[in-house]
T-cell receptor, first 109, second 116 residues
């Protein structure tokens, strides 16, 4: 089966940097995705890593180490609007996705 | 604009009743998915379809059924066999590129189903 572990909640102040970790166990691994979901809303795609290394998209970066079955999402220059839940999801067996339980990020002024 | 449309936004089910949730996409995506989300939880895969007239069970398919007669449409029926259907249901689609390609899932706005 598949399993994902990520912290349930993280708190940080506006302007700071926060890292949300994700460790996974899966067979047929293809890649690791990150999604943002505001309360009551639909998830929106942030990033996807298929190969080891860091991917940067504006204030958000995502990292993957396939040998360690580990990834993280890095959010810089935090803004109040970044308060949301963040999900890591593994892509496996060509086109299936398994989501973690999510990390609730609270950004304080 | 391209996107995924789910309807209705809110749905109420009586005991013993089947209900159908609609999902339509105009993104020309081959793959479509249905997820269930319970409060404070992640998304769990119910069914997915990679091509018209074909679909596969996900992790929690019991009590649900789907069809994929058209590329654009992937309706989900919550049957009376699903004893705890109250949840937020999300439909998603993605392109059918091979393995390591960047294939973000695009989500609809969801349907909230409750029991009367």
């Amino acid at each position: 089966g598949q399993s994902l572990e990520q912290p349930s909640e993280v708190t940080a102040v506006e302007g700071a940097i926060v890292q949300i970790n994700c460790t996974y166990q899966t067979s047929g691994f293809y890649g690791l995705s990150w999604y943002q979901q505001h309360d009551g809303g639909a998830p929106t795609f942030l990033s996807y890593n298929a190969l080891d290394g860091l991917e940067e998209t504006g204030r958000f970066s995502s990292f993957l180490s396939r040998s360690d079955s580990y990834g993280y999402l890095l959010l810089q220059e935090l803004q109040m609007k970044d308060s949301a839940s963040y999900f890591c999801a593994v892509k496996y067996n060509f086109n299936k996705f398994y989501f973690g339980s999510g990390t609730k990020l609270n950004v304080k002024p | 604009d391209g996107g995924i449309t789910q309807s209705p936004k809110y749905l109420f089910r009586k005991e013993g009743q089947n209900v159908t949730l609609s999902c339509e996409q105009n993104l020309n995506h081959d793959a479509m998915y249905w997820y269930r989300q319970d409060p404070g939880q992640g998304l769990r895969l119910i069914y997915y379809s990679q091509i018209v007239n074909d679909f596969q069970k996900g992790d929690i398919a019991e009590g649900y059924s789907v069809s994929r007669e058209k590329k654009e449409s992937f309706p989900l029926t919550v049957t009376s066999a699903q004893k705890n259907p109250t949840a937020f249901y999300l439909c998603a689609s993605s392109t059918q590129r091979s393995g390591t390609g960047d294939q973000p899932q695009h989500f609809g706005d969801g349907t909230r189903l409750s029991i009367l």
